[in-house]
């Protein structure tokens, strides 16, 4: 599996999260994707930020590294102002049709336990994280 970085965007009491559709099942990721050859985890967490959000961030510091059924995993907390989100031009703008598409969006911090979080080992840590930086 490819190791993969992750942003935790968090503000006003709201982080940032990939909606994802796929054949009748919906759930949500954070903005994030593989790290590609000769680059760095924090590379790829702001790149991949950039490609599924438009938000143009900064690495605050790594959050945890994970096992995740085999694929490593680093979570940065990324500062970014609150801006419109829109999907960029990287792999998940190609797929976006009807039946498999993403969409990236502000969602209060009050409402991530209710949603089918992926990986759900880290829903709770997402609000832990995001209340811990008075978002």
Known sequence: MRTRAAAVVVNDSAV???RRSRNDMTY???PGGGIEPG???EHAC??????ETGLE????RLLVTLDN???TE???LVAADRAELRLGHGPEAMVDSASDSYRPMWVPLSHVQDLDLRPAT???DVVRWGSAEGA
């Open 74 to 76: 680093h979570y940065f």
């Open 28 to 30: 949500y990721v954070l």
């Open 57 to 60: 961030g900064r690495i605050v």
């Open 69 to 71: 059924e085999g694929s």
């Open 46 to 51: 702001i790149r991949e930020l950039r490609e």
């Open 122 to 124: 880290i829903r709770a």
């Open 16 to 18: 940032v999260l990939m």
């Open 39 to 41: 680059e760095t985890a």
